[in-house]
């Protein structure tokens, strides 16, 4: 007897499986459908939904459609081939799809059914059990996880420390380390059944459970001394710093007063020479004293250099020239008033104060001025 069932899967739209069927020997009693994956119902419904299109086809009065969520994520390697019928035939309608990833679900099954986890415990370290855990549906969500004792809640974190192992072989999960604090109330001489699940879900970590008796309470023990020989070494080394901090300082800075007293000397013999060069004087008249300065301090001149203050030096230049050309100024009055004697010079002139004589005769140009002694 040649069937009379129709119908086909079309397509995974927003309401979830979608498509048609009917029996055309019984036109206007819809039939159920049932949805196959890998030889498993994933889900049932009546095709009883309305279509213009199949009235068009003249499939009867039209209510002939199904939509139909699945209430859990089809199991199996991807690609999955899915496929629908008719519950009690073994024929199945036309159409099949094939489901590339569980991407493909998003916006259709509910969050918590899409979730794919894998992750691994590496053992207890330093006090932790530490381990790894990630998403594949949805790798950059942090997954939080739980430390149970039997049934009992230990500890709870969040997956989201840099593994930069994970990363190499899932590159999606390199940020899904965690480390869970072993409590106190552990050490109490019994061995513990300790596992890894993420919390709200079924899904425990691979390498769960792990055994912590005595002897894993002797190396806690060991390791809980090891870090707080640290830390007291940390603490010791912080409370010196400031004093090796404060002897490097002083050691910089004797060796900055160093380096800049010999640039200053260097700095002042080469002003020296400079000026020397400049004002074409012989270095005798440094060694003046400051005449006719009664609080000035006197030159002091020494083979390494001029030792004072570099506007004295100019000073004392300017004052001991000054009183060069004052003596060789008298030395023309002398003359001057021998010749007025003879007759040779207007006795106004030869009769007027050494100052007056000395401001009235002009300039003859500049000569090789001589010190005067006494």
Sequence with gaps: MESTIEGELQSLGNEGFEGWAWDSGKPYDPVEVEVMCNGVVIARTLADGFSLDLVKQRKGNGMHTF?????????????????ARV??????LAGQLS???RAEFIGILPKPLLNDYKGYIDGIRDGMMVGWVFNLAFPGDEVEVELLDGERVVATALASRYRGDVEGQHPEGGNSGFELPLTYDLIDGRVHSLRVRVVDSGYELANSPVLFGPSAANTLITEILRIREVTSTLDRQLAEFPATFETLARELLGRFEAFYSIQ??????????????????????????LPGAVDAAPV?????GIKIDTGEVVLAI??????EIQADAADVVEAVEARADTGGIPAVVAGAEV????????????????KRSG
């Excluded at 200053?264 to 002003?271: H, S």
């Excluded at 002091?300 to 390494?304: F, P, S």
Aim: charged residues 25%; without cysteine; aromatic residues 6%.
């Design 264 to 289: 200053r000397d260097a700095f002042e013999r080469e002003l020296q020479e400079v000026k020397k060069a400049a004002l074409g004087m012989p270095a005798r008249y440094y060694a003046e004293p």
């Design 67 to 83: 939509s139909v969520i699945p209430e859990t994520l089809p199991k199996g390697d991807y690609p999955l081939n899915i496929w």
């Design 87 to 92: 519950v009690g035939q073994e024929t199945p």
């Design 300 to 304: 002091v001149v020494e083979d390494a």
């Design 318 to 323: 300017a004052v001991t020239a000054a009183a």
């Design 355 to 370: 100052e007056t004589q000395a401001a009235a005769i002009p300039a003859t140009g500049t000569g090789t001025r001589r």
């Design 99 to 101: 489901i590339r990833s």
